[in-house]
């Protein structure tokens, strides 16, 4: 009977051993990947911007956001308007060929998104399972490494605890899936506004850190659209004394949250804001202005292409970390390479997992790009 026994229990385990090895090799698999996100240098590619996919100089990121998938209102599903199918479809496979490693994300929602369908489908359990098998399937289906949600922004504490809920949800089915298919889980992140507080609609920073890969803090477009009565001022400034409206301060805010510093990439604009300066000879920050130029805003390579035509005159603020340029009444106010630098540099001395960019068609023959990367090194 013992030998019996022992020839059933070998039997038996023979029988497991392969379950078991196949998901070690999983958990194993997924403990690598998780832990290789030791660093984000990223940017948004919008397709709004008709910049040609195969045009990335994707050596110079290891992540990058396809942006944006749309929520249907209707149906509460992830969708890809057919404007936009072909080039999200073939989005990894096109930024792999200059750079094999590099991650790429599906970014669903943005600032121009229906925010009142963001609220609809996150208080309801069935429309965020909706959401959330849509969008794993939508991620799947055209080869992304993960997904991104940009809901700007919930807008009081129901919405902010019904977004927390989300993204436990989002994490627990991104999991199973995982299990499920035998693939490596996707990653998964969330555009943010720039503080843990954003004016007193507090984030749900434990769901935030316990969810997500990571977050992108929207550190900019902090002089935007403001008061009747407009100033100049530095858009994305680093710091702010006096005030609790900058990147530090909403950086700081989000870890005393909370929120683990490896978990949080800053942003940083590839764009301006130009104004038209009430008197040209009152031209530093603070000054009064009587309205936009262009719009109010401006790319960097526009911005580039303006210093040079118009010789304006360009000044870096060290104590903002911000730049501004102005000739004649035209004044912008930007990021420039020692901007830049300085965010990144001050990111990695903070031990953040790295930095993104809004958006990447804007940057200039790659100039921005290449010295944030320069900044952060190896």
């Known amino acids: 009977m013992k ?20 998901s070690f090799l999983l958990l194993l698999l997924h ?30 990121f290891t992540h990058l956001f396809c942006a944006f998938a749309d929520l249907n209102s209707q149906n509460n599903q992830v969708t890809v308007s057919s404007a936009n199918q072909a080039r999200f479809s073939t989005f990894t496979t096109t930024v792999q060929q200059k750079n094999p490693s590099v991650k790429t994300l599906l970014s669903i929602g943005g600032g121009n998104a229906n925010k009142a369908a963001f609220a609809f489908m996150a208080s309801q359990a069935s429309s965020r399972k909706s959401f959330i098998d849509s969008s794993i399937r939508l991620a799947r289906t055209n080869g992304f490494h993960g997904l991104d949600i940009d809901w700007e922004y919930p807008e009081n504490s129901a919405q902010m605890a019904n977004f927390g809920v989300l993204l ?26 720039y503080s843990s507080n954003y004016f007193g609609v507090i984030n749900p920073v434990q769901a935030i850190s316990n969810s997500l890969d990571w977050i992108n803090v929207m550190a900019y477009d902090f002089t935007y659209r403001a008061d009747s009565v407009r100033l100049t001022g530095p858009p994305a400034a680093l710091y702010s004394p006096g005030t609790q409206i900058s990147g530090d301060a909403g950086i700081r805010a989000w870890i005393q949250s909370g929120m683990p510093s490896n978990k949080i990439v800053i942003g940083f604009p590839y764009y301006g ?10 031209h530093g920050f ?11 805003a401006m790319g960097y390579k526009q911005i580039r292409q303006f210093i040079s035509q118009n010789r304006a005159t360009q000044v870096y603020n060290s104590t903002v970390v911000s730049d501004y340029c102005y000739s004649g009444t035209t004044w912008i106010g930007y990021d420039d390479t020692q901007s830049v630098s300085t965010k990144v540099r001050y990111a990695k ?14 940057d200039d023959n790659w100039i921005l790009t290449r010295e944030a990367s320069r900044a952060w090194g190896a």
């Not at 804001?273 to 009152?282: G, Q, T």
Request: proline share 4%; hydrophobic share 45%.
């Open 3 to 22: 030998v019996v026994k022992l020839i059933y229990t070998s039997m038996a385990f023979s029988k497991l051993l392969p379950v078991f090895l196949s």
């Open 31 to 60: 403990l690598q990947f998780s832990t290789a996100q030791n660093v984000v240098k990223s940017a948004y590619w919008f397709s709004g911007s008709e910049y040609p996919v195969a045009d990335i100089d994707s050596t110079l």
């Open 168 to 193: 436990k949800e989002w994490r627990t089915a991104v999991s199973t899936e995982s299990r499920s298919s035998g693939k490596l889980p996707l990653l998964l992140s969330a555009a943010v506004s």
């Open 273 to 282: 804001h130009s104004l038209r300066l009430a008197d040209a000879n009152n």
């Open 286 to 296: 603070f000054a009064p202005t009587n309205g936009e130029v262009n719009g109010g």
């Open 349 to 362: 001395g903070k031990s953040l997992l790295g930095y993104f960019a809004w958006h990447l068609a804007n």
